[in-house]
């Protein structure tokens, strides 16, 4: 680590990001950008950019924009996610200000360097990792880019036949951990995560119950409290309006459904990953399978994935202890612990990546496209950057 340079981890979530600086703050804060819908909530907010618990107080008088909902920017395309094709623009502006208010929230020295190391899925193209950089650009001057479970691993020190089982709002990431940076191809991304949760559980619920009045952020919250995927001794019971009567629901079993419904794709994925992987070390990784992210604490959810791999010989799942912190915490401790060269050399190769950029835009009046971008400056280094 370097005196006089302000290092940063972040985990850039689908639903909350996480910051974790050498200055020894850390925050968190809801991955999502509101904009005043009119004069009237202008006045009433006194302010243009809304982030935070405001979102939620004020979401009426709000338009909000989850930039990576269902995985998009980071992994999947705007089709692929069902989502609107022409929300791209405003998507990646509001990642860019995400990322700034995220790091702003860490209090920097305005006058020091501030180099950051920020997790993306395990298989994010070329062309996400090249939108996580553009959101990046004003906020640090170099960040480097990894794999969200290597850096859970890292910061564990858990760096040797590990399998870490990152999952999150919008994707699950898997990826085997052996001692150096995991190959593109070994890592896994499946597209399920929080958000499949949240909406296969509204979709049970209204089967069940369709008088049940209730917006995502209310099952969100159920889920949080209540989620769980194996049999426990107790029922899930919750106030929800009909026609504005308060009225309780017993949402034991549509929720368990839908938090059952993440399992299957998960295990098919931690076998068809062991399956391709040296089979001298395939037992020590199933010994050592790690579960992060938000969704790692559905109850029960490490014992349903041990029982999913049993035909493979058994396998011993752990939950990390700080699932909010353990992937920006882990991204710090990269960080500081890279070379100063390596960081130099990051940055040199990121000055030109933002020159080429606006050399391009300003001669065809659009972005490039990262791949043309990785041409024009001689190839970047695209694979120290995850």
Known sequence: MEAGITYIGMDLGTFKTSVASSSGVRDAVQSAVGWPKDHVARTMLGRDIVFGKDLIEHRLALEIIRPFEKGVLKFSTTAEAGVAADSTATRRQAAKLLVEHAVSLTKPHPERPVYGVIGAPSRATLK????????????????MIVSEPFAIAFGMNRLCETLVVD?????????PIYGTFPAEEEQITVPYGGDHVDEVFRRKLIEKYPEAQASLNMLREIKEKYGFVHNVNENAVVTLPVRGKPTQFDVTEPLKAACASIVKPIVHALRELIARFDPEFQPLMLQNIVLGGGGSQLKGLDRMIEEGMKEYGGAKVKKVPDPVYAGASGALKLAMGMPMD?????????????????????????????????????????????
Do not use: S
Request: net charge negative; glycine share 10%; aromatic share 6%.
């Open 167 to 175: 999952i999150g709002a919008g994707t699950t990431d898997i990826c």
């Open 342 to 386: 390596a960081w130099e050399k990051l940055q040199h190769k990121q000055v030109k990546l933002a020159e080429a950029a606006d050399d391009y835009e300003e001669h065809n009046g659009h972005e490039p496209e990262p791949k043309v971008l990785a041409e024009r400056v001689g190839g970047l280094n695209w694979r120290l950057m995850g």
């Open 128 to 143: 996400n990792k090249g939108v996580i950089l553009e959101a990046c650009r004003d906020a640090f001057d170099a960040v």
